[in-house]
């Protein structure tokens, strides 16, 4: 939603009407957090405060009751922890939360290994849209298991349930929400018509999924727990995790995964 800083609201103007539509969607706080990509999107923490607080006094004079607060998506690089406690790479609202964006068309060689560094750093890595990543198939699918077992977090895109970004997206976003790994869901908003603010849609097909208290932690329960820096512990983790100290997906997320996304076809 920040004007210019990244591949997102390309000025102001959009920046105040991807607002509205959030509003509209029932959104009533949102997290800024535009890449950090080295070699392509060089911002840092000092920079995204700045552009928050400079669109919040926009928002605030246009009367757009929208609450804003400050992160980053991630790109995974070698020194990742180290900027994390320099405080050049912002955590979400200054918390132990911060947004881990995988290379999109690529695996990466260290993913689990970068996932351990940071939860033994002090920091709860949140995995953004691993069912876009065109790499993602059922020989990686795992790697997921695990970093969310070890104590990632994984956002899923609203949208991705509801086809905004195709079969393979949903299919695999579908999954995920099913297999009960899913901690957060979020709008990945980049502008008003291809990739708007709705996170509504996603909701109700977790509702439908895992019933209208789990979707309320996706969308609200969770992302307030971040706010608040509590501990991952604080809520029930997703319903695939409540019983992973033995090694397996909880029953009642492993059942019929397939069958609930064939009837949403």
Sequence with gaps: MLPGIDDGASDLSMALEMARIAVGDGITMTACTPHIYPGLYENDAVGIRAA???????????????????????????????????????????????????????????????????????????????????????????????????????????????????RQARYWGERLLCD????????????????????????????????????DRLVRGRPGAVLDDLEAVALPPPPGLAQAGDGRLAPQARRGWLSRWLRGR
């Design 180 to 215: 009960g790994l899913v901690h957060i869901l979020a709008t990945d908003a980049h502008a008003t018509r291809m990739r708007p603010p709705l996170l509504a849609e996603g909701m109700e097909v977790a509702a439908r999924m895992l019933g209208q208290e789990e979707a």
């Design 52 to 166: 928050v607080a400079a669109l919040q006094h926009r928002l605030d004079e246009a009367a757009i009751p929208l609450r804003l607060t400050h992160g980053a998506d991630i790109q995974v690089v070698p020194e990742l922890v180290e900027r994390l406690r320099a405080g050049t790479f912002p955590t979400l609202h200054g918390s132990r939360y911060f947004l881990f964006e995988p290379p999109h068309h690529v695996a990466p060689t260290r993913f689990l290994d970068s996932i351990f560094d940071s939860l033994a750093g002090g920091y709860v890595p949140i995995i953004t849209h691993p069912e876009r990543l065109t790499w993602l198939d059922q020989d990686h699918y795992g790697w997921f298991v695990t970093a969310a077992r070890q104590g990632a977090w994984l956002q899923v895109t609203a949208g991705a349930l509801t086809g905004r970004f195709g």
